[in-house]
């Protein structure tokens, strides 16, 4: 599957300053990652620090899949607000789904300190406001329903909101935590990182077939290479409704967009993150060069043309709605792209073995909260490996 089109912006930013090897030979290991993004990256880490034997495989080059589209806007807000997932999932799963997302923020943030990395990871407020009447409503209830949970939260009206140069804002909730970061650079130093702790990565290497065999898991490349496994653990996010037989994920193009470099950027912009509650909905964050990075603009994916064609349209849309959004703040468009990726039903994550029988496991963060769900399926993996149970094994299982 092509999951997006053109060079997204922290791949011209970055670059590319590590090449790993394509697999030559066959092998054998414990645990085969599949997978080079974001997520492959966290899951390997945390494979390696329970002392698994770890290699990961990736068909492209590292981090060049749906990875390199995200936006890096880090939120514990979930597609689906708080409000309305209870009636969906019930008080402990919703709630608990918000609360780890939160905390997930904060562990990314510390290992990114751990590792040392130069992802530029920055704490921000999170506003999530409308321009519309028909939305404050809307908004007001899911403020009430945060409140009542324990989340830090503030409610601001009208003033308030276009006080953060948010020109037709009518009402916002405002949250304490939010973050940015260059999930690339992020991406990259950790697997620095892990192999130096052992991990093995092949790039450019395409499995084609996925076979079981008393307790192993056997994998067939492209080349004809074979790796023989104990576990095989899928984070190919979007890609993956080619490897699973259910129905999980409605998949969606999505368009970003980088500004040139502002001048004089608003304070209030630099300290907020910014997600309104238009449908297709819309985003902000700025990035430490001083530029606008948005998205949203989301249509039903067809294919990748479909997707791509529609590109020079949403660059128009996009930059009119930025400018209609933050009159005072010019959008120069400098750097644009398109992406796949999926929404569940419930707009939370897959995580642990859809066959029980196999040693196939997931770990698939969907939506915009795929790195946050990501974090949180470090928590879990090894629970799904050893067979135990885990309360996100539960939450976020297949069939439920």
Not at 252 to 270: G, Q
Not at 331 to 344: K, R
Request: glycine content about 8%; some cysteine; charged content about 25%.
């Amino acid at each position: 599957m092509d999951i997006r089109t053109n060079e997204p912006f922290w791949l011209i930013k970055n670059a590319m300053p590590t090449s790993y090897p394509s697999l030559q030979e066959d092998l054998e290991t414990e645990v085969v990652v599949l997978g080079g993004g974001i997520t492959g990256a966290l899951i390997a880490y945390q494979l390696l620090q329970e002392n698994y034997k770890v290699v990961l495989l990736e068909k492209r080059d590292v981090f060049n899949g749906s990875s390199a589209a995200s936006t890096a806007m880090l939120q514990y807000e979930i597609d689906v607000s708080l409000h309305q997932l209870l009636d969906q999932v019930g008080v402990a799963v919703a709630v608990s789904s918000y609360k780890e997302c939160e905390k997930a923020i904060f562990n990314l943030e510390k290992l990114a300190k751990e590792i040392k990395s130069e992802c530029d990871f920055t704490r921000k407020k999170s506003v999530y406001f409308t321009t519309k009447k028909r939305d404050i409503d809307f908004l007001r209830k899911e403020y009430a329903t945060r409140k009542e949970h324990g989340f830090k939260v503030t409610w601001l009206e009208a003033e308030q909101v276009q006080a953060l140069g948010i020109e037709k804002g009518r009402a916002a909730i405002l949250s304490a935590s939010g973050a940015c970061m260059d999930p690339y650079k992020f991406t990259q130093d950790l697997l620095k990182v892990c192999v130096s702790k052992g991990l093995t990565i092949y790039d450019r290497t395409k499995v084609t077939s996925i076979t079981h065999d008393k307790g192993t898991v056997q994998l067939k490349t492209e080349n004809g290479k074979k790796v023989t496994a104990t576990h095989v653990v899928h984070c190919t996010g979007y890609e993956s409704v080619q490897t699973v037989k259910e129905d999980i994920v409605a998949l969606k193009s999505t368009y970003a967009m980088a500004s040139e470099i502002v001048p004089k950027m608003p304070a209030s912009f630099k300290k907020h993150i910014f997600w309104d509650t238009s449908n297709p909905y819309l985003y902000f964050r700025d990035t430490p060069d001083g530029r606008i990075l948005m998205g949203g603009g989301d249509e039903k994916f067809k294919n990748a043309k479909a997707r791509n064609n529609l590109l020079p349209k949403k660059e128009k849309t996009l930059t009119k709605a930025s400018n209609d959004t933050f009159g005072g703040i010019p959008f120069i468009l400098d750097y644009s792209w398109a992406g796949t990726f999926g929404e569940t039903k419930d707009g939370l994550p897959y995580i642990g073995k859809p066959d029980a029988t196999k040693n196939e496991h997931y770990v698939l963060g969907f939506g915009g909260n795929g790195i946050t769900f990501s974090v949180m399926g470090m928590q879990a993996i090894g629970a799904s490996l050893e067979g135990k149970p885990h309360p996100f094994l539960e939450y976020y299982k297949f069939g439920r």
